[in-house]
């Protein structure tokens, strides 16, 4: 049947999606990994129309999972044109949060024959008593921008309920679509588990990409440190042009606000043609933006992550990455978005922000054209998501114990799970665990005579469907027009300290601030250059194990002399040469630090490559340990590249780094790690998510929602409680252990630690900072020194390298 409809459409269908229909009539469940713009949708979907045609009674037979909201409406109509030109009798609908009540009402009582939903819209589905009915004639589930999902706790959200949906049909066929994935058995085996004949189909499918990096004329006109690059912004403006449609993606909401702005300062004849797009703007001005990208009408749009999947913009035609990638996959993701199409080339410039991200980009290219991309890692047994889990199956008919853990065992997020820590979990739920059992509003479940347990009240059943879902972020504020028009949002911590009269810069234009009540900034329109940009807690990017495994060979690769005439290298070659007479450059299995007296005290410097998130930790671990043997107070700093020690007087270093065995060693690292930094207060701000999503607060019904300050201090109590009468308490230990792994990726640190005690360091006493240590010492003292102050300290180092 799709062949039919590929046939009338002059399509030539790729053989991986042939696979994908003959996988699919045969019953079978898989994941459909090929790039971007290739055709996993229609690959995964076309299979599953053979199911519209039967004379069935109407119902639900495809269910369409994906991860963003914004992308249902393309998708939509990407799903119902087959249908309609092959007239098939089937209605293809939507659900989300931004459905309306009448349709919702509607879909309670008869799904349509293709449904779209997400994670959150599902599961709310699931917790209804008509549930069974509803999904009683389902197929066939497909799983879109499944690496995405994976990586987080939706993954296991979704995880859950395609359980819940296999023990009403356990030959349900799941299908998961991804893009850039580096272990699909593993994505496969999390999609379909206990699945022998889930099949995995790929294809090699030329879809070159070209990177290219902007270099500068003058390569100390290129910042040291720092990731917004607006002082070279002129080398970039000069490459845009409105006949070519152009994405240019920045790593933050912050900074794609400040690129929005100079390229409108520039090129001011350019503001009907420029857009802004990322996750804090009112979703319809989104949409608006979205569709005139796809019209042509916006020709350059400046945008982070809320672009980077779904959405199939044809038009563009180029992407400008700002910044450090951060990661391989990241990269590729972004870079095929332009030219969205089979067979053609995704065209990617990059521009620097800093010297030794041309290096990165260079890195990045060669680890592209090797194959190199990241391995996505799903939670594994978080309890948050198991507790609210608990509460969901107590909806409805309620569940059996011993046949509620075998269904959640049948997951592989929660294989292995013991029956001790799902009793803890249902204690918890249902009577508030060991600490809270004297509130009610702990006591959320009740065994029925029949050994069922079920929601005790009405009302923690009305709370429950409205937290349901496993996204958590800073608490945001509404801003609005004074005439009550929406904008977008912003974080609570950045509105709570504006000023009446104060302005800000965001949505692309500059505001001035009329008042803050109930949880919503009412703004002005306003004009003037000087106006604060929000920032976002959620601006913290890691750097990624492939690309640090990248620039580490290209770092080997130059000091062995074997680092090609890339046009990056070349262009740094003057600082290579200057690092090379001052210290050295790092060979393969070499570690460098080098030591340094300045004004400001004895400085360390250990270069890892490892990322700022893992070298955080490291820097904090090691400035411990080396204080055990010798106490000193240390002014630590960390990059992506390295760490800064600073002291006031000499230390011996030297003599700390040849004690490798205990410096670097993994034993104790738990107790190492905790004594180094304050986790105790990190672990209470994570323990806020976990608590959101384990039911234990509740943020407010809508219109009376409780500010970030309130729900920290609910949270707060809960987890001091916790930790005085109930130091072992599983939701504590998981809130520690996501600090380690987000805060320090302890994961990452234990791995990197043995490749330290394995490697050879080479010690360097240098008359003065390298060009190398030099973006370590401008990140510390970013925050200590006004901009031109900054600047004239790093020039006059600069200026030193050249007259010596």
């Given at each position: 049947?799709?062949?039919?409809?590929?046939?009338?459409?002059?399509?030539?269908?790729?053989?991986?999606?042939?696979?994908?229909?003959?996988?699919?009539?045969?019953?079978?469940?898989?994941?459909?990994?090929?790039?971007?713009?290739?055709?996993?949708?229609?690959?995964?979907?076309?299979?599953?129309?053979?199911?519209?045609?039967?004379?069935?009674?109407?119902?639900?037979?495809?269910?369409?999972?994906?991860?963003?909201?914004?992308?249902?409406?393309?998708?939509?109509?990407?799903?119902?044109?087959?249908?309609?030109?092959?007239?098939?009798?089937?209605?293809?609908?939507?659900?989300?949060?931004?459905?309306?009540?009448?349709?919702?009402?509607?879909?309670?009582?008869?799904?349509?024959?293709?449904?779209?939903t997400t994670p959150e819209s599902l599961t709310l589905l699931l917790t209804y008593a008509e549930a069974p009915r509803l999904f009683a004639r389902l197929d066939t589930v497909i799983v879109d921008e499944w690496h995405e999902l994976l990586a987080s706790k939706r993954g296991t959200q979704v995880e859950l309920a395609l359980a819940r949906l296999r023990q009403w049909h356990p030959q349900l066929?799941?299908?998961?679509?991804?893009?850039?994935?580096?272990?699909?058995?593993?994505?496969?085996?999390?999609?379909?588990?206990?699945?022998?004949?889930?099949?995995?189909?790929?294809?090699?499918?030329?879809?070159?990409?070209?990177?290219?990096?902007?270099?500068?004329?003058?390569?100390?006109?290129?910042?040291?440190?720092?990731?917004?690059?607006?002082?070279?912004?002129?080398?970039?403006?000069?490459?845009?042009?409105?006949?070519?449609?152009?994405?240019?993606?920045?790593?933050?909401?912050?900074?794609?606000?400040?690129?929005?702005?100079?390229?409108?300062?520039?090129?001011?004849?350019?503001?009907?043609?420029?857009?802004?797009?990322?996750?804090?703007?009112?979703?319809?001005?989104?949409?608006?933006?979205?569709?005139?990208?796809?019209?042509?009408?916006?020709?350059?749009?400046?945008?982070?992550?809320?672009?980077?999947?779904?959405?199939?913009?044809?038009?563009?035609?180029?992407?400008?990455?700002?910044?450090?990638?951060?990661?391989?996959?990241?990269?590729?993701?972004?870079?095929?978005?332009?030219?969205?199409?089979?067979?053609?080339?995704?065209?990617?410039?990059?521009?620097?922000?800093?010297?030794?991200?041309?290096?990165?980009?260079?890195?990045?290219?060669?680890?592209?054209?090797?194959?190199?991309?990241?391995?996505?890692?799903?939670?594994?047994?978080?309890?948050?998501?198991l507790c609210q889990h608990l509460i969901t199956r107590s909806l409805a008919e309620g569940f059996d114990e011993d046949g509620l853990l075998a269904e959640i065992r049948s997951t592989a997020a929660y294989a292995d799970l013991s029956h001790a820590r799902f009793d803890w979990a249902l204690q918890l739920v249902a009577y508030g665990g060991k600490t809270l059992r004297s509130y009610p509003d702990?006591?959320?479940?009740?065994?029925?005579?029949?050994?069922?347990?079920?929601?005790?009240?009405?009302?923690?059943?009305?709370?429950?469907?409205?937290?349901?879902?496993?996204?958590?972020?800073?608490?945001?504020?509404?801003?609005?027009?004074?005439?009550?028009?929406?904008?977008?949002?912003?974080?609570?911590?950045?509105?709570?300290?504006?000023?009446?009269?104060?302005?800000?810069?965001?949505?692309?234009?500059?505001?001035?601030?009329?008042?803050?009540?109930?949880?919503?900034?009412?703004?002005?329109?306003?004009?003037?250059?000087?106006?604060?940009?929000?920032?976002?807690?959620?601006?913290?990017?890691?750097?990624?194990?492939?690309?640090?495994?990248?620039?580490?060979?290209?770092?080997?690769?130059?000091?062995?002399?074997?680092?090609?005439?890339?046009?990056?290298?070349?262009?740094?070659?003057?600082?290579?040469?200057?690092?090379?007479?001052?210290?050295?450059?790092?060979?393969?299995?070499?570690?460098?630090?080098?030591?340094?007296?300045?004004?400001?005290?004895?400085?360390?410097?250990?270069?890892?490559?490892?990322?700022?998130?893992?070298?955080?930790?490291?820097?904090?671990?090691?400035?411990?340990?080396?204080?055990?043997?010798?106490?000193?107070?240390?002014?630590?700093?960390?990059?992506?590249?390295?760490?800064?020690?600073?002291?006031?007087?000499?230390?011996?270093?030297?003599?700390?780094?040849?004690?490798?065995?205990?410096?670097?060693?993994?034993?104790?690292?738990?107790?190492?790690?905790?004594?180094?930094?304050?986790?105790?207060?990190?672990?209470?701000?994570?323990?806020?998510?976990?608590?959101?999503?384990?039911?234990?607060?509740?943020?407010?019904?809508?219109?009376?929602?409780?500010?970030?300050?309130?729900?920290?201090?609910?949270?707060?109590?809960?987890?001091?409680?916790?930790?005085?009468?109930?130091?072992?308490?599983?939701?504590?230990?998981?809130?520690?252990?996501?600090?380690?792994?987000?805060?320090?990726?302890?994961?990452?640190?234990?791995?990197?630690?043995?490749?330290?005690?394995?490697?050879?360091?080479?010690?360097?006493?240098?008359?003065?900072?390298?060009?190398?240590?030099?973006?370590?010492?401008?990140?510390?003292?970013?925050?200590?020194?006004?901009?031109?102050?900054?600047?004239?300290?790093?020039?006059?180092?600069?200026?030193?390298?050249?007259?010596?």
């Amino acid at each position: 049947m799709i062949e039919h409809w590929f046939e009338a459409q002059g399509w030539e269908p790729h053989s991986f999606q042939t696979d994908c229909w003959a996988a699919q009539r045969a019953g079978c469940s898989g994941l459909v990994q090929v790039p971007t713009g290739s055709g996993k949708t229609y690959a995964a979907y076309g299979g599953c129309l053979d199911l519209l045609k039967l004379p069935e009674p109407p119902g639900l037979r495809i269910l369409y999972i994906t991860p963003l909201r914004a992308m249902t409406r393309d998708l939509e109509l990407a799903l119902r044109k087959p249908v309609e030109a092959l007239s098939l009798p089937a209605a293809v609908e939507s659900r989300t949060g931004d459905t309306s009540s009448t349709v919702r009402t509607r879909q309670r009582r008869r799904l349509p024959e293709v449904l779209l939903t997400t994670p959150e819209s599902l599961t709310l589905l699931l917790t209804y008593a008509e549930a069974p009915r509803l999904f009683a004639r389902l197929d066939t589930v497909i799983v879109d921008e499944w690496h995405e999902l994976l990586a987080s706790k939706r993954g296991t959200q979704v995880e859950l309920a395609l359980a819940r949906l296999r023990q009403w049909h356990p030959q349900l066929k799941t299908w998961g679509l991804s893009a850039t994935l580096a272990n699909p058995q593993q994505a496969l085996t999390h999609l379909a588990p206990h699945d022998a004949e889930a099949v995995h189909i790929t294809a090699r499918i030329n879809r070159p990409i070209e990177i290219e990096s902007i270099i500068p004329v003058d390569i100390r006109s290129v910042p040291w440190a720092g990731n917004m690059g607006l002082r070279i912004a002129d080398a970039l403006i000069e490459r845009l042009d409105p006949a070519v449609p152009t994405l240019v993606f920045t790593n933050t909401r912050n900074q794609a606000e400040m690129w929005h702005d100079a390229l409108l300062q520039a090129k001011p004849e350019w503001s009907s043609l420029i857009g802004l797009h990322h996750g804090s703007l009112d979703r319809e001005g989104r949409e608006v933006l979205e569709r005139a990208i796809k019209d042509g009408s916006i020709r350059i749009v400046i945008a982070t992550s809320s672009l980077d999947l779904g959405v199939d913009f044809s038009p563009i035609e180029q992407v400008v990455q700002i910044g450090s990638p951060k990661g391989i996959a990241r990269l590729m993701q972004r870079a095929g978005r332009s030219n969205h199409r089979l067979g053609e080339t995704s065209r990617l410039i990059c521009m620097p922000a800093s010297a030794l991200h041309l290096l990165e980009f260079a890195a990045a290219r060669e680890a592209v054209a090797r194959g190199e991309i990241e391995a996505i890692l799903p939670p594994q047994e978080p309890l948050d998501v198991l507790c609210q889990h608990l509460i969901t199956r107590s909806l409805a008919e309620g569940f059996d114990e011993d046949g509620l853990l075998a269904e959640i065992r049948s997951t592989a997020a929660y294989a292995d799970l013991s029956h001790a820590r799902f009793d803890w979990a249902l204690q918890l739920v249902a009577y508030g665990g060991k600490t809270l059992r004297s509130y009610p509003d702990y006591q959320k479940l009740a065994k029925q005579e029949d050994g069922h347990w079920q929601i005790r009240e009405n009302k923690m059943a009305r709370r429950h469907r409205m937290m349901i879902g496993t996204i958590t972020s800073e608490t945001s504020v509404q801003v609005r027009f004074v005439n009550g028009a929406r904008i977008g949002h912003v974080e609570e911590s950045f509105a709570g300290r504006l000023r009446p009269g104060q302005k800000i810069l965001f949505a692309g234009r500059t505001l001035q601030v009329h008042r803050f009540r109930d949880m919503t900034l009412f703004v002005r329109s306003a004009k003037g250059k000087r106006a604060e940009v929000p920032r976002w807690m959620g601006g913290k990017m890691p750097f990624s194990n492939q690309l640090a495994q990248a620039l580490r060979r290209s770092f080997q690769e130059i000091a062995e002399g074997e680092g090609g005439s890339s046009p990056e290298v070349e262009a740094l070659q003057p600082l290579f040469a200057t690092q090379q007479e001052l210290s050295t450059i790092p060979k393969a299995g070499e570690v460098l630090v080098e030591l340094c007296q300045t004004r400001e005290g004895f400085h360390g410097f250990c270069f890892t490559f490892e990322g700022r998130v893992v070298n955080d930790g490291l820097a904090a671990l090691l400035a411990y340990r080396m204080g055990q043997v010798r106490p000193a107070t240390f002014t630590i700093a960390a990059s992506d590249y390295g760490i800064e020690w600073l002291c006031p007087e000499r230390y011996p270093f030297k003599e700390m780094f040849r004690e490798r065995e205990s410096l670097f060693s993994e034993e104790h690292l738990l107790r190492d790690t905790l004594e180094s930094i304050n986790v105790g207060e990190l672990a209470k701000r994570q323990f806020r998510g976990i608590a959101r999503i384990a039911g234990l607060t509740f943020d407010g019904y809508p219109g009376s929602r409780k500010s970030g300050k309130q729900l920290q201090i609910s949270s707060g109590l809960i987890y001091d409680v916790f930790s005085r009468y109930d130091p072992d308490n599983l939701l504590l230990q998981q809130a520690q252990q996501e600090v380690l792994e987000t805060q320090f990726e302890e994961t990452r640190l234990r791995e990197t630690l043995r490749r330290l005690r394995e490697s050879t360091f080479v010690l360097r006493d240098t008359p003065r900072p390298t060009p190398l240590s030099l973006p370590l010492i401008a990140d510390r003292l970013t925050s200590m020194l006004s901009t031109e102050a900054l600047e004239k300290r790093l020039a006059r180092i600069q200026q030193q390298w050249t007259d010596s």
